[in-house]
């Protein structure tokens, strides 16, 4: 499969909205089935200097480009945690486990590491999503701990992993 990653820009707002609201992947996040296009298209024309956004990007049989993934990663803005950022990813259902999220995830690793010299990455993962946890891990990720009841899912309450990746080459000596 053939995809490429670049940068989000204004008028993703339409392929974001059908990601976060796609079953299959909304029930991973904290997205809503019920967003508007507005709000995704807010979001966008909004980030500020300490968001980097990246989208993949799927040519369809009839050479329509489509969303097929994004991850941000967001640096905390306070002074004393500007060494620390999060990091959020989706991938369209169709396309997991197909080498999306580990390209997006090079991207925003890339400006975490190497022009924002960021030391501390972090992310939340629902506890039983296993395929996202194996992703994260080999990227160098490790759980920190378990914040019980930390997001309603289909109906219930949920359990995140608190994961982050420790870049100990930028620390200093």
Known sequence: MDFYIRPITSGDGNGLNELRRMPGVFENILGMPSERIQQNEDFVVN????????V???TLKNKEEI???TAGLSVHGNHRTRHSGSIGIMIHKDYQNQGVGTALLDAV??????WLMLVRLELTVF????RAIYLYERFGFE????KRLAAIRNG??????LMARINSALLPL
Do not use: R, S
């Open 47 to 54: 980030m500020d200097a300490n968001q980097h956004q990246f």
């Open 56 to 58: 993949a990007i799927a």
């Open 67 to 69: 969303i097929i993934g």
């Open 109 to 114: 690793i890339d400006v975490a590491d190497k």
């Open 127 to 130: 506890e039983d999503n296993e």
């Open 143 to 146: 759980k920190e701990g378990l």
């Open 156 to 161: 219930k309450y949920a359990n995140e992993y």
